[in-house]
């Protein structure tokens, strides 16, 4: 079969021929697989950045994807192969069904994005109907769909932070009720801060850039009397994987600190969540009220697509 093939840590996945899978249970199943996207961390283990690995190489490259089974149906599945070919194994107890009506580019690039978003609000943040939000880092493909979970969830207001003014102005659109731009002055975004909490108390921060984007909200958020205890979700560092903070600010209020990644919850939530939600939002992007911009290539041009923009998506 044709495939996006790693043949050494560092290097560009390639179209190469590998061989075709064989399952070794009654649980796993072969399927077709038609579309798989290129993630942050698809890329740190290849490039050998990552504490895991794949062992051993060669190895077939997506983690995940949608494919089709033999009886023709789409389904979105964890690959217990490399999702980045013409076959591939899943477990078929774990198939979670595409509409045919979805764009199988956009149904595989979904759950990715809503683990760094949906499920830092709902599994981390908790999030209830009423919690007013800030996304730190609301233009990129994660922050925007962040923009757009707090609203589903039913976040009474919506903040969006970024550097692209322009971009921001669009978020407004799909949920954003309020923006700050960060390219202002410190004192400015500051100023924007204490005035935005004066008229709506923050109670989720859902953070993708940490470095000093972070570091002046959280000194924004020391300068104000908390009307209701405030979660600082950490998901990404973008701006910088530092940051100079007093310990104070964390004793002298009701503001808790906590990390959202794939070692912060176990699978079984995650595997949930796909079971529980992913059927919804599928739903709900079929019905048009979801925005996620992906950047489609063929298998064939893997090498290219690796580190491309925004969110590349292979179709096989």
């Excluded at 389904?75 to 194994?89: D, N, Q, W």
């Excluded at 995650?270 to 048009?288: D, I």
Aim: glycine share 8%.
């Amino acid at each position: 079969m044709k495939a996006a093939v790693l043949t050494e840590y560092g290097k560009v996945p390639e179209y190469l021929d590998y061989k075709d899978p064989k399952t070794t249970n009654a649980q796993q199943i072969i399927v077709n697989p038609v579309a798989s996207s290129i993630k942050r961390l698809d890329i740190g283990k290849a490039a050998g950045k990552h504490y895991t690995n794949f062992d051993p190489l060669p190895a077939v490259m997506g983690m995940d994807g949608v494919a089709k089974t033999d009886e023709g149906k789409l389904v979105f599945s964890m690959g217990l192969s490399g999702m980045m070919a013409e076959k591939a194994i899943v477990d078929k107890n774990r198939l979670v069904d595409v509409p045919a009506e979805l764009d199988p580019a956009i149904a595989a690039a979904m759950p990715n994005v809503l683990m760094g978003s949906d499920v830092a609000l709902t599994v981390r943040g908790n999030i209830s109907e009423g919690d007013v939000v800030l996304v730190n880092g609301a233009t990129g493909s994660t922050g925007t769909m962040a923009v757009q979970m707090a609203k589903y969830r039913g976040a009474s207001k919506v903040i969006a932070t970024g550097r692209n003014a322009d971009k921001l102005e669009s978020l407004k659109k799909i949920g954003a009720d309020e923006i700050v731009v960060l390219s202002d002055s410190e004192a400015e975004i500051t100023q924007q801060i204490k005035k935005i909490y004066d008229q709506y108390p923050i109670s989720i921060v859902v953070d993708y850039l940490w470095g000093k984007p972070a570091e002046m909200i959280l000194s924004a958020l020391g300068q104000i009397q908390l009307a209701r205890p405030l979660k600082f979700i950490t998901i990404g560092q973008m701006a910088g994987p530092d940051i100079n903070i007093s310990s104070q600010l964390f004793r002298s209020r009701d503001l808790a600190l906590i990390g959202s990644g794939i070692g912060s919850f176990e699978p079984i939530e995650f595997e949930k969540y796909l079971q529980t939600e992913l059927p919804k939002l599928f739903r709900y992007a079929v019905a048009g009220k979801l925005e996620l911009d992906v950047n489609k290539f063929k298998l064939d041009e893997i090498s290219e697509a690796w580190n491309a923009p925004g969110l590349p998506v292979i179709l096989i």
